[in-house]
């Protein structure tokens, strides 16, 4: 018998705020160099769908911030799972902005994000951990492998791992690419399951390249010369991130699929984040042919860009979370199914976990 690391429960905060792309036909947009473009918002918005199948995306409401959507999700998870919250042995919250409120773009880091949603849960066990991980938009993922470490060395039994984020108050409202970002929460519950055949995580892969790619995502001034603050927002280097995506997350996840000793033919579903829909598609198509497939298997790589937008280390788990609760259509996860988890984001991180449901 074996300790294997098994979801047990989950859960998400889709925010109720709307956000369709019509909302910027009126944004006065510029480039990098401070200049308006030459074409018109309905131009602009139309390749943005184009490219992104973004229709439209949520964002919290001004009376929240990221702990309390942070709390939401655990909440649910909870109450998914039936666990006691005095009995998990650590909480890990994947972000990288910290707390933002409505009215200030300066981030609070201290306390951690974990330890506040500690506080909002009201749990009393001082063995329960709590931290953040800021890993780009794979932090999520990478807060799940490090429990599976944790709880495999016997160090814990049980984890929640919450991933949240609220892109909507560190975004330039002068770039484009801001309507690319959303705001979000979904977290999961790890537990520690003795198995004489292998369930749960069974394998997992993470790459960081940082010579020439660690500033594809960074934090810059707002792109309109006439702002005159020195608040700072997330910039994106799109093309290269793009380039960069495209050649190495495939083989990561290869490289996971042969730890775990499966083949392409033997996943369900690839839960890739939530990037941008035409990049994901170009990805899992290069996955196939690497694996000399000539056709992508149809449904296996779920979406919820077009209405949620990217949530960063929100989306994996959300929408974990939406298939196992039925609440997308035509796609589902049962008992014995192989599935992925991959994730691209700052750093330049990637990540990738096969699971196999119990």
């Known amino acids: 018998m074996n300790t294997y690391s098994v979801i047990v429960g989950t859960g998400s905060y889709i925010p109720t705020h709307r956000v369709p792309n019509t909302d910027f036909l009126n944004t006065e ?47 649910d998870a909870l109450e998914s799972s039936g666990v006691d919250k005095e009995s998990l042995d650590y909480i890990i ?70 991933g949240s984020e609220t892109l909507s108050r560190i975004s330039d409202p002068h770039d484009r690419d801001s309507m690319i970002y959303a705001d979000g929460a979904g977290a999961t519950i790890l ?57 190495h997350v495939p083989q990561v996840i290869k490289n996971s699929l042969d730890k775990a000793g499966l083949l392409l033919n033997d996943i369900k579903k690839v839960l890739i984040h939530q990037a941008n829909e035409k990049m994901d598609e170009a990805i899992v198509k290069r996955l196939f042919s690497m694996y000399r497939i000539k056709e992508v298997t149809n449904g296996i790589m779920p979406m919820i860009i077009s209405w949620l937008g990217n949530s960063s280390v929100a989306t994996i788990p959300t929408l974990l979370d939406l298939i196992l609760k039925n609440k997308l259509n035509n796609h589902e996860i049962n008992q014995n199914d192989n599935i992925v988890f991959a994730s691209v984001g700052a750093g330049m991180n990637i990540n990738s976990i096969v699971y196999k449901m119990p």
């Open 93 to 162: 919250l994947a972000h990288n902005f910290g707390e933002i409120s409505a009215d200030n773009c300066r981030s609070e880091l201290v306390p951690s994000i974990a330890s506040r949603v500690k506080h909002k849960l009201q749990i009393k066990n001082p063995d329960c951990v709590a931290y953040d991980i800021a890993f780009g938009c794979p932090g999520w993922v990478q807060g799940v492998i490090q429990a599976d470490y944790f709880i495999k060395s016997g160090d814990a039994k049980r984890i929640l791992i919450i």
């Open 29 to 75: 947009f510029f480039d990098s160099q401070g200049e308006p473009f030459d074409k018109t918002n309905n131009e602009i918005i139309d390749k943005f769908k184009e490219i992104t199948e973004i229709e439209e995306r949520r964002y919290i409401t001004d009376d929240l911030l990221l702990s309390d959507i942070a709390q939401l999700a655990a909440l």
């Open 191 to 247: 537990e520690g399951v003795e198995s004489a055949d292998p369930i749960g995580i069974i394998a997992h892969k993470t790459r960081t390249d940082t010579l020439n790619e660690a500033y594809l995502l960074k934090m810059g001034t707002s792109y309109n010369p006439k702002f005159s603050g020195n608040d700072l927002f997330l910039k994106m280097n799109g093309h290269n991130l793009y380039k960069y995506a495209l050649k």
